[in-house]
Nanobody
């Protein structure tokens, strides 16, 4: 039972990158999925979330209009397309699966019970 992120790296400001998170060993399509990020010394923060059927979406104010979350249930994969990247987007990005199968988008990290290992995104100025 795990989530595995990929796609991180070093990107220049203004550039784009797509992160992927592949699930294995558990039910994927019945749960909200989210992306969070963490900078050393700071709390893990919500970035984007997608409901169990893909219709409900939520974004943090800092990424709204620049990032897009999507999911492919057949591939058990959730994506985070990041455009117009800024140095302040730098951090370790984690995907997570919600604890509850309710059809809503959760934003608090305590509402998620399965986490990936994270992928580093570094945006240079």
């Amino acid at each position: 039972v795990q989530l595995v992120e990929s796609g991180g790296g070093l990107i220049r400001a203004g550039g784009s990158r797509r992160l992927s998170c592949v699930a294995s060993g558990h039910i994927f399509k019945s749960y909200c999925m989210g992306w969070f990020r963490q900078i050393p010394g700071k709390e893990r923060e919500f970035v984007a979330g997608i409901g169990r059927n893909g219709r409900l979406l939520r974004y943090s104010d800092s990424v709204k209009g620049r990032f897009t979350i999507s999911r492919d249930d057949a591939r058990k994969t959730v994506y985070l397309q990041m455009n117009s990247l800024k140095p302040e987007d730098t951090g370790v990005y984690y995907c997570a699966r919600a604890l509850s199968p309710l059809d809503r988008v959760f934003t608090a990290s305590d509402d998620f019970g399965l986490w990936g290992q994270g992928t580093q995104v570094t945006v240079s100025s």
